[in-house]
């Protein structure tokens, strides 16, 4: 198998949907594509690396000139700085192609640089060009079956055994509430700034962030505790929260995300909130989780888990894992997969 992505194991979309499979199935013998090899390919970190950069696109047209005999599984794009005739390429000179994407790339409006290789048209060149298309959730497989007559939906998967599991429902002393994800997504939790701190003045509380990011989050930043994201130990960051977040905003993006920070806090048995976009709203169904969709009802969310005894929050946990386990583990998913990718 050859496998191309435009991040290394440190960005989430091609570990999750690639890696992290390879990982789970023993294959060790894939030949990786994955550009810089990191997990940002910015305007700011391709100047820097420019003889990386070169390297990594006569890489890539080599491999769209001679082919492969194999299958080619290919996440999101090749190069971030395609138009999308690159990835067509490799896609269409492989035996077997497989195109996989956990975003809906085809609304990403990228401000300027980045607006001149427009994702979405890399994106439908992709599409087009795939033998198979694997899709993150219904959303994405729908416009992706506008452009290709074989599109399965594969959800983004979590192993539980990765993550420490939850085992004391007794609330902390400080009420914690903890969010997992990458830095561009941080922005999302300014929405919740002003229910967090009417909340605080009531109920002390926390709000962990685990992540990469190093941004401000203006007076919220009073109550959150940073904690650095790392491969080796996020799985026991969260079993001693007391619940987790995932708001999003609704819009045509968002409603093609695909609930993975949900997937991960009900791997480690947390009771869930989260904002009824997209997926999220059937995830939360089968995670038992509660929703929320503005300021009001996030703050009525918290206060109800605060309300709540230790045994019910122990069922939460408990049907957040159980779900998880059911619905979108890779124990769950692993045939599928490999058949898709003809593993």
Request: net charge neutral; aromatic share 10%; with cysteine.
């Amino acid at each position: 198998m050859i496998t191309v992505a435009t991040y290394g194991r440190g960005g989430s979309s091609a570990r999750v949907r690639i890696h992290d499979w390879l990982d789970y199935l023993g294959v060790t013998d894939a030949e990786s594509y994955s550009y810089l090899g990191l997990a940002d390919n910015s305007f700011t970190t391709l100047g820097k690396n420019l003889s990386k950069v070169f390297a990594a696109e006569r890489s890539l047209r080599s491999l769209a000139k001679r082919g492969t005999d194999d299958t080619l599984l290919m996440s999101r794009e090749a190069s971030p700085l395609s138009n999308g005739r690159l990835e067509s390429r490799i896609l269409r000179s492989s035996r077997f192609s497989v195109y996989d994407f956990d975003d809906a790339i085809f609304h990403n409006a990228a401000p300027f640089p980045y607006s001149l290789y427009p994702k979405g048209k890399v994106w439908e060149r992709s599409v087009r060009s795939a033998d198979h298309v694997l899709a993150g959730n219904d959303y994405l497989a729908e416009e992706a079956a506008k452009y290709s007559s074989s599109v399965q939906i594969m959800p983004s998967c979590v192993h539980p055994d990765d993550y420490v599991q939850k085992q004391h429902y007794d609330l902390n002393e400080k009420l914690t509430l903890a969010w997992m994800g990458s830095p561009a997504t941080e922005p999302f939790l300014d929405a919740l700034a002003g229910p967090l701190m009417r909340l605080n003045q009531e109920i002390p509380l926390r709000l962990r962030i685990i992540s990469r990011g190093r941004r401000s989050f203006g007076a919220l930043d009073e109550i959150v505790d940073r904690v650095d994201w790392q491969a080796d130990t996020f799985g026991s960051q969260l079993a001693d929260a007391d619940a987790g977040l995932m708001p999003l905003p609704d819009t045509q993006f968002t409603r093609g995300k695909c609930a993975y920070k949900l997937l991960q806090y009900g791997a480690a048995a947390l009771p869930v909130i989260g904002s009824p976009v997209g997926v999220n709203r059937n995830v939360l169904g089968q995670l038992g989780g509660l929703s929320a969709s503005n300021a009001d009802e996030w703050e009525s969310a918290i206060r109800s888990l605060f309300a709540s005894t230790s045994a019910e929050r122990r069922g939460m946990g408990e049907q957040a894992r159980f779900g998880v386990d059911r619905g979108f583990s890779f124990r769950a998913w692993a045939p599928q997969w490999a058949a898709a990718v003809r593993l």
